[in-house]
């Protein structure tokens, strides 16, 4: 953007000692870019259907009951769900190159772990049904080339978009979810070999579980894409409380994250209160929600990251964020207070000279705002106390100082005048 229109005897600005002027300029505001998330609606219609010329034909209302599943598979989901959590590690397709992916999840379906491709790595996060990302740009641009703007979301915790890594993590990796679907499986299904091991082949909704054929019904391995995905391997988790230190510290970092399925079409930015202020400058921004089309998504945030500089040199950093409403457009604000700020100001109200200053503002989806971290981890701590139980030392035997008996006394007979 350019420099502020003149006001009537020379530049805008705010005046610095013995009448000096400060000028200001904008730079170009940059707009958010993300992947296009699709939403549907399922409705249901109802209808009377008449026969004849006097009364509707009735029908006898039949009650259904659904079949039990089949036993083995109460034994597995028993089993699944009652465990500390399992591991997964095998090697997938993410963006037509592999990647190897080792995750580790609780009982409920949250996870933790890392997508690896040689000296590229990103961390994963999964909790309340969504799954997160943190990488840097490098992997973004060679993973998930559809999402524009990767300079937006590298380096921080982002909501990961459904090519990455290509399936509902908890859906199909968590063992309650298992759980549920292997309850509409057949009660013979059909069977492969699993390194030697007979195991029932179980699909269920583009996911593919191969479950041991003796009891109690191991989990062997799991197809996250269907019959021709690659294989990750399952074992159970052997230290969950270290699983939920890792889950713990990485959702405590949630806060702010970005979502790049929402993209939003931002308006001029403006200074307001900025003038001789050393209390702050304020950044506005008006936006529009540009995708998805349609109705606006439950829960959608909308966020702005404003920077404030005076010739390359940064004077501080503001953020703030708001649910989306229904119209579709905000008016985005925050206040730079930072300490450069204020000497910056002081110093130009002290000092004669030009001080022009600008603002770089950027608009983005938020996934989760930073008030909702904290009963996010409430929800890791609950499963935490159920699953890790605490050990208790074992008691150690009394002795004398504890009121036990003193060891028996040993003596021994000396020749006379001693050896």
């Known amino acids: 953007m350019g420099v502020p229109p003149a006001g009537p005897g020379g530049p805008r600005g705010f005046a610095g000692a013995k009448g000096r002027r400060l000028g200001r300029k904008k730079k170009v505001l940059l707009g958010a870019a ?11 219609v109802a ?18 009951v659904s079949a ?5 598979t109460v034994q597995a989901g028993r089993r699944l769900t009652s465990g500390t959590g399992l591991r997964y590690d095998g090697t997938m397709t993410v963006g037509g190159r592999p990647v190897q992916l080792n995750l580790r999840l609780t009982p409920s379906g949250m996870a933790t772990g890392t997508l690896r491709a040689g000296l590229l790595k990103a961390d994963v996060v999964a909790i309340d049904g969504d799954t997160f990302v943190k990488a840097g740009s490098a992997f973004w641009r060679k993973y998930v ?7 937006y979301y590298a380096g921080r915790w982002s909501k990961a978009p459904e090519s990455l890594p290509g399936f509902d993590v908890p859906g199909v990796l968590g063992p309650e979810s298992i759980a549920r679907r292997l309850a509409r499986a057949p009660a013979e299904p059909p069977t492969e070999d699993v390194n030697g091991v007979p195991a029932y082949k179980v699909e269920a909704r583009g996911a593919e579980y191969l479950m041991d054929a003796a009891a109690p019904h191991r989990l062997l391995a799991v197809r996250p ?6 294989v990750l391997t399952v074992a159970p988790v052997a230290a969950p409380a270290a699983v939920f230190d890792e889950l713990r510290a990485r959702v405590a970092n ?3 994250a970005a979502d790049p399925g929402l993209r939003f079409r931002p308006g001029e930015l403006k200074f307001s209160n900025c003038d001789k202020n050393p209390s702050g400058c304020t950044v506005s921004v008006p936006a529009t929600l540009a995708a998805p089309e349609g109705a606006v998504p439950e829960g959608a945030r909308v966020a702005l990251r404003a920077s404030v500089s005076s010739r390359g040199t940064p004077l501080g950093r503001c953020t703030s964020s708001q649910e989306v409403p229904a119209d579709r457009s905000v008016t985005l604000r925050c206040t730079v207070t930072s300490k450069r700020w204020r000497d910056w100001v002081r110093n130009a109200l002290d000092n004669p000279g030009s001080y022009p200053y600008e603002a770089t503002a950027h608009v983005v989806g ?23 139980k605490p050990t208790v030392p074992p008691t150690a035997e009394p002795g004398p100082a504890d009121g036990g008996s003193e060891p028996p ?11």
């Open 254 to 256: 949630l806060g702010g």
């Open 366 to 388: 938020e996934a989760v705002a930073a008030d909702a971290v904290d009963e996010l981890l409430a929800k890791v701590d609950r499963e935490r106390a159920d699953v890790v």
């Open 34 to 44: 993300g992947a296009v998330v699709l939403l549907g609606s399922v409705g249901a």
């Open 225 to 230: 894409g269907g019959p021709n995905a690659p």
């Open 409 to 419: 006394q040993v003596a021994t007979s000396q020749p006379p005048g001693g050896s």
């Open 145 to 151: 080339p559809e999402v524009r703007k990767t300079e």
């Open 47 to 64: 209808a009377v259907v008449s026969s004849g010329e006097d009364e509707p034909a009735r029908r006898q209302a039949e009650p259904s």
């Open 68 to 72: 039990a599943p089949p036993a083995w």
